[in-house]
């Protein structure tokens, strides 16, 4: 699958990081719309570091907008074209899932997708912020016990936002963003594989 290759600009981060992976000859799977790397047996049979999601064209984004009244900025949507969502290393990166760009949408917990831009701007949005000149494209763990979201700002900025809108951090840009939120989320990841681990002994 090429879709590493397409991983440039703004994406550029998640290219690097992925290619760094692969080269170390980790266990991956490729299906039609995305490709998983890195198989973490620890946190689940079927879990991975890596989830990057093939991107979506213009229909299918028109179609979305419309079916859910949301508008996806221009930016955001440059990206979906390459990257329709991605879970790296816990921080997650909201697309279009397939089952949603339905009409009817259908939530279809059978198969993987990327986690719902819709329902993230429309419900998963206010407890962080009811700022609406604020989009949420993904959120990360901050810590086993706290969230942040993450939103675009009309200036093509990032920033990261605790409940009752408390911001943590700021970027200029996206590549920014990604180049130093990636860094965290592997470096903070070994700390949930751990805790995972002794979820699933305790649950046997």
Request: hydrophobic share 40%; no cysteine; proline share 18%.
């Given at each position: 699958m090429d879709i590493i290759t397409q991983l440039t600009k703004d994406l550029e981060p998640i290219r690097r990081l992925a290619e760094q992976l692969l080269s170390h000859a980790v266990e991956t799977e490729t299906q039609d719309d995305r490709l998983q790397i890195s198989r973490r047996p620890s946190v689940g049979t079927e879990a991975f570091a890596v989830t990057l999601y093939l991107g979506v064209d213009d229909s299918t984004i028109d179609r979305y907008q419309k079916i859910h009244s949301v508008e996806i900025p221009p930016d955001y949507k440059k990206i979906l074209h390459v990257l329709n969502?991605?879970?790296?290393?816990?921080?997650?990166?909201?697309?279009?899932?397939?089952?949603?760009?339905?009409?009817?949408?259908?939530l279809d917990r059978t198969t993987i997708q990327p986690l719902d831009l819709a329902t993230a701007n429309t419900h998963w949005r206010h407890g962080f912020t009811d700022d609406l000149s604020l989009f949420q494209i993904g959120g990360s763990p901050l810590s086993l016990e706290e969230n942040v979201g993450y939103f675009l700002t009309a200036g093509s900025g990032v920033v990261s936002l605790k409940k009752r809108n408390h911001k943590v951090n700021a970027w200029v840009s996206m590549q920014q963003f990604l180049d130093e939120e990636l860094e965290r989320a592997r470096n903070q990841y070994s700390e949930f594989e751990e805790f995972m681990a002794k979820m699933r002994k305790i649950t046997k």
């Open positions: 969502g991605a879970s790296i290393f816990g921080l997650n990166l909201y697309g279009i899932p397939p089952s949603m760009a339905q009409d009817p949408p259908l």
